[in-house]
């Protein structure tokens, strides 16, 4: 499942449709997408790297995501990876869930950026 995710982070880099995203961001301009199945909402003023939005099968990506190349990859390896791994479609998402999640989504981001991506 790891490999997949980062094959699909790889595959979305190098879309159209995300380099698009990304010049709109630079221009202040909240744009929205889907890859796949996968939504991805760009929200220039938004204070945050990433926010998964599991009803939409995406997240969003704020200013901090677009301060290096380096944090763009890693907010998308890790919403990514909450997308494909989370429990809370079946569960519910309750505190402990998120956090234990959000930590294995960051562990996981931070493994992949440095073996495959630097």
């Not at 599991?54 to 909450?82: C, P």
């Amino acid at each position: 499942m790891q490999q997949k995710i980062i094959n699909e982070v790889t595959e979305i880099i190098k879309s159209e449709s995300f380099q698009n995203l990304c010049k709109a961001f630079k221009e202040g301009k909240a744009t929205s997408i889907k890859i796949n199945t996968i939504t991805i909402v760009s929200e220039p003023e938004a204070p945050i790297s990433g926010m998964t939005l599991f009803n939409e099968n995406g997240f969003v990506l704020g200013k901090e995501a677009f301060t290096s190349d380096t944090e763009l990859i890693k907010t998308l390896l890790h919403e990514i990876y909450r997308l494909k791994k989370s429990s809370s479609r079946k569960t519910g998402l309750s505190k402990a869930l998120s956090t234990k999640e959000t930590k294995d989504a960051y562990e996981f981001a931070e493994r992949a950026i440095k073996l495959f991506f630097l």
